[in-house]
Antibody, heavy 121, light 110 residues
C-alpha cells in the first residue's frame, strides 16, 4: 500500500524557515517523480514544486521560486521541501504527492494527508 | 499569466449527470496538457479521480469519466450520489515541469 507521510509543519515567524519531510513507502520511491502541492485555509489547491525521480531536475511555481527548495533522498525514501523567507501568504497545508508512471508532472495518483505550516508572529 | 478556469459552483440532482469543465484564459485545452481531476472533501486530502485526460485512478468508479469537450477538459459524473458533494479541481501541465491548478468547483447534490 502506497503511503506518504508528511511532517515538519508548525508555527513559524515571518521571515523564518522550515523544512518539510515526506516519508514514502509501498512503492519504489526512486522510480517516481514527486511534487508538493499546498492549500491555504479556505482556498484552492496550488502546485508548488516538483522533482524528477533521480532528483536531477527540479521545478517551482513562480510564487515560491527563489525561496523554496525541493530535494529527495532516494536511499531514505524521503522527499523534502525547504521553505525560506516565509510570509503569511505561505500559510497552508502542504501535501506531498506521487506522480503516476508515465504521463506528466500534473498526473498524481497518491497524496499524503498534509502538514500545516502557519506563518505568524 | 496562465489561468486555469473552472465553474465556481454547480449543482446536480441525485442520480443526475453533470459535466464540469476546465479551460484556459488564453488558448485551448488538449490532451497535450495532460488534464487531471481531483476530488476533495473539506478537511481531507485530495483524491485522484482522473489523470492524463481520461485515465481513471485505481478504485475510481466508472461513473467518473474524463474527456476533451471543445476547447476544454471535462469531468463527467453520472448517477450523482450524495457523497459526490465536495470540491473538484483540475490541473493542467504547462510544460517544463510546471503545473497549474484551476480554482476548483464546489458541487452540490440536491
Amino acid at each position: 500500500e502506497v503511503q506518504l507521510l508528511e511532517s515538519g509543519g508548525g508555527l513559524v515567524q515571518p521571515g523564518g524557515s522550515l523544512r518539510l519531510s515526506c516519508a514514502a513507502s509501498g512503492f519504489t520511491f526512486g522510480s517516481y517523480a514527486m511534487s508538493w502541492v499546498r492549500q491555504a485555509p479556505g482556498k484552492g489547491l496550488e502546485w508548488v514544486s516538483a522533482i524528477s525521480s533521480s532528483g536531477g531536475s527540479t521545478y517551482y511555481a513562480d510564487s515560491v521560486k527563489g525561496r523554496i527548495t525541493i530535494s529527495r533522498d532516494n536511499s531514505e525514501n524521503t522527499l523534502y521541501l525547504q521553505l525560506n523567507s516565509l510570509s503569511a501568504d505561505d500559510t497552508a497545508v502542504y501535501y506531498c504527492a506521487k506522480k503516476v508512471a508515465g504521463g506528466s508532472f500534473a498526473s498524481i495518483d497518491y497524496w499524503g494527508r498534509g502538514t500545516l505550516v502557519t506563518v505568524s508572529s | 499569466q496562465t489561468v486555469v478556469t473552472q465553474e465556481p459552483s454547480f449543482s446536480v440532482s441525485p442520480g443526475g449527470t453533470i459535466t464540469l469543465t476546465c479551460g484556459l484564459n488564453s488558448g485551448s485545452v488538449s490532451t497535450s496538457l495532460y488534464p487531471s481531476w481531483y476530488q476533495q472533501t473539506p478537511g481531507q486530502a485530495p483524491r485522484t479521480l482522473i489523470y492524463s485526460t481520461n485515465t481513471r485512478s485505481s478504485g475510481v468508479p466508472d461513473r467518473f469519466s474524463g474527456s476533451i469537450l471543445g476547447n476544454k477538459a471535462a469531468l463527467t459524473i453520472s448517477g450523482a450520489q450524495a457523497d459526490d458533494e465536495c470540491d473538484y479541481y483540475c490541473v493542467l501541465y504547462m510544460g517544463s515541469g510546471i503545473s497549474v491548478f484551476g480554482g476548483g468547483t464546489k458541487l452540490t447534490v440536491l
